[in-house]
Structure formats: C-alpha cells, structure tokens
C-alpha cells in the first residue's frame, strides 16, 4: 500500500520510516518512563515509604535515558546526591534547627560534598534533600523515607531500560556514514560539471568552500558512532555491535581522510586557478585537459558512492567492495590519463609543474583513502566499562588514598 504524499511531509519517504531511521521506536522512550514512573509509585506505595511517595516516580523519570549507561549512571549520581543531602541534614539537625545561619551552612557544606563527590548535574539535588529533611527537623522517619524512595524509583527506572528493548544507536551511525560518502560524492560530481562546462576564478572559490564545509558532516558522522558505541556500554544486546563497529570505524576512518584528500584537491584547483592572469583565468586547463579531469573526478564520486550501502548495511558487503574497487580501478586509469595530459616542463613553468603535481598527488590520496574506507577487517570490538577519564579519576583517587595512608603512617625516630 502507498501511503499519500502528505504523509512524507516533504522528505521523500513515509514518516515511520524517517523516525526508524534513527534507531528508535517511536514513543518508545516515552511509554518505558511513564511505565517507570507507575511502578516506581506503585512499589514504594506498597512499601508505605511515605504518604504520598512522589519521590520514587520523579527519580524514575529523570533516571531513565537513552542508554542503559547513562541510565545506570544517572541513578547511582541520584542515589548519592540523596543519601549526601540527608547525611548533612541530619547532622545539622543534630544541632540546630531550621534558621538563616544552619540553612547557609547545610547548603554549603552539601554544594561542598556534591563537589567532591563529582555529581555533575545532580550536585543541587545535595542542598535540596539537605533542606527538605531540615525542613522537617532532621524527622529520621521523613530521611529514611525519601532515600527509599530515590532507591526504588532508580533501581526501577534501570530494571524496565533494561528489560524492554535498551537501544543501541548502529544503524543511525551507519546511516551518518553512508550519508557523509554520498555527500562527498555530491561535491565530486559538482565539481566535475563546473570543470567541463567552464572554469573561474569564482567556481574555484565556490568548490573549495564547498571541500571545507564537509568539516561538519564529518563531525556529525563521528559524534554518531561515538553514540552507537556508548548506547553499547553496559547493553545486553551489544553483541551485535561487536562485527559491524569495526566496519564503520574504518570506513569513516578511510571517510575522514577522504574529506583532507578532497580539500587538496580543490585547493590545488584553486591555487593553480589564482595564479595566472585574471583574463586567463578560463584557461587554466584547455578543454581536453578538463574533460579528463571532470573523468577522474566522477569516476572518484562514484567510488565514494560506493562505499555509503557497504556503511548503512543496504548492500552486502562482498558486493559492495567489488563495485567500489572496480570504480577505483577505473579511476586509476583515467588518473594516468589526465597526467599525460599534464605533463608540463618545469624549467619552462615550475609553478605549473608543481601545481598539476599537487593535483595528482590529491587524486592519488583520494583513492588511495577511498581503497580503505571498504578494507575488511576481522577484529572484535568490545565496549569498555569505563572510560579514559574515569580510570585517570580512579588513579587520582589510589594515589590520594596511598599518601594519606602513608601520612598516617607512625614515622620512626631518627637513629642517634
């Protein structure tokens, strides 16, 4: 059945198929917090934490994220913000009540501790349970209870992100890659019908801005594999992951240098352009010269072209490497081509020779790159449980925990 026009809003395929493309079920996230949230009330209801145990189902709803690390994360960060906050309470209340200077003091020592304890975005939850405890005079009954409730509204919170379908984001980063390889195979074939048609001084402006702008959707390609490896981290179904990263690791690996060869490329158009006269400019390269270079270029395009099925999953990859490295074959011929063509004498013009060499030097990258952005690759990838900066936090922390043991270390007398 063919959906109406309409329903594609504008994007040239149906709506459900756009919301898929990124990963996700649609209202996926939406009924796995309000299920949380229910539940979590539900338990501590049951379990008489309190009157009204809201608690439980707020945590619930901040705790659930897109990734089960980051939801597993945030529920431990929401937990210890808590039980901080109402330690500092109670030892407030210990002492005083609720008045201007003992409230100062419980919101600077909890901003203090949620500080020291590196709780990020929950360092505020510190002082507000802090203040919510002292409020009620330091009550044990109201503590005990809204720690109760923080751990059951995350520990349910974790249990249904885990329990119905935790994402893992490796088609969408598939999708970023096969996109970025068409993009450039856009600028490519552009570029390839400005050189035949004509050439400037103003359309080699044009295409070398054109080279750089490619910056930000290699940016927006790596930032989505990036999220695809962290949806992995504590994921039961990263298994599935494992094959298919190596894969778009290399190919936007091969992509990215892809983009450096291609700016090299327009630049040394651009260069070779600017250097002779402003009423030569259309002659830069005479017409055969063009033509074989506007052959290499949409030879390259298709090449790149290429490589976006063997990135999105949309071809299988045996297949999609054979098409890729026939392009490149083909391309290396047309390349042998254009350099007859642009064979110049370098004690007759040394600019000229070093101009066409840096072109071809560009077109000999660029496939050579294009060639690795498809190479297999039999290694495993395995999520990591922590990061860099988390196992630097934990040295920092041994260490500071060795000196302060040898501190308190009884020192001996100095031998007489």
């Known amino acids: 059945m063919r959906l109406p026009s309409w329903l594609t809003f504008g994007l040239g395929r149906p709506l459900p198929a756009v919301l898929l493309r990124e990963g996700q079920i649609p209202g996926l996230r939406t009924a796995k917090t309000t299920l949380?949230?229910?539940?979590?009330?539900?338990?501590?209801?049951?379990?008489?934490?309190?009157?009204?145990?809201?608690?439980?189902?707020?945590?619930?709803?901040?705790?659930?994220?897109?990734?089960?690390?980051?939801?597993?994360?945030?529920g431990l960060q929401r937990v210890a913000s808590v039980l901080a906050?109402?330690?500092?309470?109670?030892?407030?209340?210990?002492?005083?009540?609720?008045?201007?200077?003992?409230?100062?003091?419980?919101?600077?020592?909890?901003?203090?501790?949620?500080?020291?304890?590196?709780?990020?975005?929950?360092?505020?939850?510190?002082p507000i349970s802090a203040m919510l405890i002292l409020a009620v005079g330091g009550a044990e009954a109201a503590a005990v209870g809204r720690v109760y409730e923080t751990l059951i509204g995350a520990g349910i919170g974790v249990l249904v992100n885990l329990a119905?379908?935790?994402?893992?984001?490796?088609?969408?980063?598939?999708?970023?890659?096969?996109?970025?390889?068409d993009r450039m195979a856009r600028v490519l074939r552009g570029l390839a019908g400005d050189v035949r048609s004509g050439w400037s001084r103003d359309v080699a402006d044009h295409w070398l801005t054109e080279a750089r702008a490619l910056g930000a959707e290699v940016a927006r390609a790596d930032r989505s594999l990036e999220r695809a490896e962290h949806s992995a981290r504590l994921n039961p179904r990263a298994a599935s992951i494992r094959n298919a990263q190596p894969l778009l690791r290399t190919a936007l690996t091969g992509l990215e240098h892809c983009y450096v060869s291609l700016r090299n490329l327009c630049r040394a158009l651009f260069d070779r352009t600017y250097f002779i006269p402003v009423e030569e400019q259309a002659g830069a390269y005479d017409e055969?010269?063009?033509?074989?270079?506007?052959?290499?270029?949409?030879?390259?395009?298709?090449?790149?072209?290429?490589?976006?099925?063997?990135?999105?999953?949309?071809a299988p990859a045996d297949a999609a490497r054979g098409t890729v490295e026939s392009h490149l074959i083909e391309l290396h011929r047309r390349r042998d081509r254009l350099s007859q063509l642009l064979i110049v004498d370098p004690h007759a013009d040394q600019a000229a020779w070093q101009q066409h060499g840096a072109l071809l030097a560009a077109v000999d990258r660029l496939r050579v790159e294009v060639e690795a952005t498809v190479r297999p690759s039999d290694a495993s990838w395995r999520p990591?449980?922590?990061?860099?900066?988390?196992?630097?936090?934990?040295?920092?922390?041994?260490g500071a925990a060795a000196q302060a043991a040898n501190g308190l270390q009884p020192r001996r007398p100095p031998e007489s």
Request: charged letters at 15%.
């Open 288 to 314: 055969e010269e063009r033509a074989a270079l506007a052959d290499v270029l949409e030879c390259a395009a298709a090449a790149l072209a290429g490589v976006a099925p063997l990135a999105s999953g949309s």
């Open 85 to 126: 906050g109402v330690l500092v309470a109670l030892g407030v209340a210990t002492f005083a009540g609720l008045t201007w200077w003992s409230l100062g003091a419980v919101v600077a020592m909890s901003l203090v501790l949620g500080m020291l304890l590196r709780l990020g975005p929950h360092l505020l939850e510190v």
């Open 384 to 398: 990591p449980l922590i990061t860099e900066r988390q196992r630097q936090a934990i040295r920092r922390l041994r």
């Open 36 to 74: 949380a949230a229910v539940v979590s009330f539900i338990v501590a209801d049951a379990l008489g934490t309190s009157a009204q145990p809201v608690l439980a189902p707020l945590t619930a709803l901040l705790v659930v994220q897109v990734t089960m690390y980051d939801t597993v994360t945030q």
């Open 164 to 181: 119905i379908a935790p994402p893992l984001y490796v088609r969408p980063a598939g999708d970023a890659i096969g996109d970025l390889a």
